[in-house]
Nanobody
Framework: QVQLVESGGGSVQAGGSLRLSCAAS????????MGWFRQPPGKEREFVAG????????YYADSVKGRFTISRDNAKNTVYLQMNSLKPEDTAVYYC????????????????WGQGTQVTVSS
């Protein structure tokens, strides 16, 4: 079992920045992928960004490309989501998730999930 613990959410004005963290503990392996998802109020959960742990390869949703950066810290077993130039439409509960080997945009294919952290962006 893998446990994911998120932190870093909060409220900011449009144009501001936040950095989300997701620390993994328990039975972790090097050959897996981490993903960030978000669920705006009244909408379905959507993929934001992913990273292949072993290689560091990343993939982003078009809506956040150029504004968000996903990264990892191997020593801390932690994945980050740096969010810049935030927009009101970025308001959502953000979740981190993990799965075996490959990045995918499909939430149903991820095995482990964090508790979620609220990000609110005001205009």
């Amino acid at each position: 079992q893998v446990q994911l613990v998120e932190s870093g959410g909060g409220s900011v004005q449009a144009g501001g920045s936040l950095r989300l963290s997701c620390a993994a503990s328990g039975r972790t392996f090097s050959d897996y992928a981490m993903g960030w998802f978000r669920q705006p109020p009244g909408k379905e959960r959507e993929f934001v960004a992913g990273i292949r742990w072993s290689s560091g390869s990343t993939y982003y949703a078009d809506s956040v490309k150029g504004r968000f950066t996903i990264s990892r810290d191997n020593a801390k077993n932690t994945v980050y989501l740096q969010m810049n130039s935030l927009k009101p439409e970025d308001t959502a509960v953000y979740y981190c998730a993990s799965r075996y080997m490959f990045i995918t945009t499909e939430a149903r294919k991820y095995d482990y999930w964090g508790q979620g952290t609220q990000v609110t962006v005001s205009s």
